[in-house]
DNA sequence: TGTGTTTATGCAACGAATTGCATATTCTGA
DNA sequence: TCAGAATATGCAATTCGTTGCATAAACACA
């Protein structure tokens, strides 16, 4: 699994609260591996019973205290490993496809709808990756984590685009399909 | 969930076995929703509880009985119902991403293997796809059902084709970055 | 003064998915 | 003739992921 590999990642950046860290997925590894805050706290309660995470409370008066996480070095470790080894294909599962699949038996409307919808959040999603990249990535910053981040964000980009394009051309298809009056 | 709709809408093409349904998922409706035969085995049960496929043994000699599994009209009706409903977007979850986000503390070249892995896996895939296109999806027929199977064809392989171009664009920039001396 | 949002953490229950095992027979090739 | 692949089904255990709930205080706004 490589959800505690990508909480390691992250505190290899900075030392981080379970708040932090859920904020940091909301943000921008998440773009590329979903976690919920529930699924980071237990987690990390997995990370530090393996020792690759220390974790300090800190006082702060008012707010609740914040758990503060440091990688340590057998964390770090941890990640060489990881990284060493290939990983797996990502699993598809897209119901989209799946009503395409059984176009013959679902409501034409309510699929042109779906898309649009589809459309939109893929939409949303790549003017997301764009102000990011304008933001951070457009300046001289070399450093491998960065030109790493700087990487996926592009793929990311060519990612959505291209989506959006055939999601597109799904939608002319199937306009055609009702005109054509099948 | 749709896995259930997803075995249904097989089983409106035609009546299956357990054995069929993992085969159909591991050639054709899998490539957008995956499954293994456990996960359908179990998905079985529940539809049966529910009324929504109705299961009978045809004896064989020899070769275990096959138990032949047949969408009801309740199972028709709860596949519209799916179909009327918007979808949540496909969650990403990919590892290679994540490597690249820890570009600073994984192995470079490991790191290389697995792009060429993955491109390789990619272009399987899409050769897999333009095969079954030019056997089953060249020809004449109009019918919705063929339709939609032949748009999400066409889908998969935009997808697959983007996807190998910007996985080498990623290669490119790591040697490059390489090279550079980073 | 109260309502809602943000910060901050976590349990409990359930549902989904994976992994490993188990059984039993036919057919193919070495 | 013997090994192994393909056919055919399924249980059990574990892990992963989601949903709903709970707490607790600061702060902004109306």
């Known amino acids: ?4 590999e990508a909480i390691l990642v992250c505190l290899t950046d900075r030392p981080m ?3 932090d860290l859920a904020k940091t997925f909301d943000a921008s590894i998440g773009f590329f591996w ?3 805050h529930q699924q980071i706290y237990r987690e990390l309660g997995k990370l530090r019973e393996k020792g ?10 008012g707010k609740p205290n914040r758990i503060v996480h440091t990688i340590t070095p057998a964390g770090a470790e941890a990640v060489k490993v990881w990284s060493s080894k290939p990983g797996r294909m990502p699993s598809v599962k897209d119901e989209l496809f799946v009503k395409f699949y059984a176009l013959g038996s679902v409501d034409m409307d309510a699929l042109k709808d779906h898309l649009t919808i ?6 949303t999603k790549l003017s ?3 102000k990011i990249q304008d933001r951070y990535y457009s300046g001289e910053d ?10 996926i964000l592009e793929m990311g980009i060519k990612e959505e685009t291209s989506r959006i394009e055939w999601l597109q051309a799904a939608m002319f298809e199937i ?3 009702e005109q054509a009056g099948n």
Request: charged share 25%; no cysteine.
């Open 1 to 4: 699994m490589a959800l505690s």
């Open 17 to 19: 609260s379970g708040y």
């Open 34 to 36: 979903r976690a919920s």
């Open 52 to 61: 690759f995470v220390k974790s300090q409370e800190i006082a702060q008066s």
């Open 118 to 123: 589809r459309i939109d959040q893929h939409q």
């Open 128 to 130: 997301k990756y764009r």
């Open 142 to 151: 070399q450093s491998l984590n960065h030109a790493g981040k700087r990487i």
């Open 175 to 177: 306009t055609k399909l």
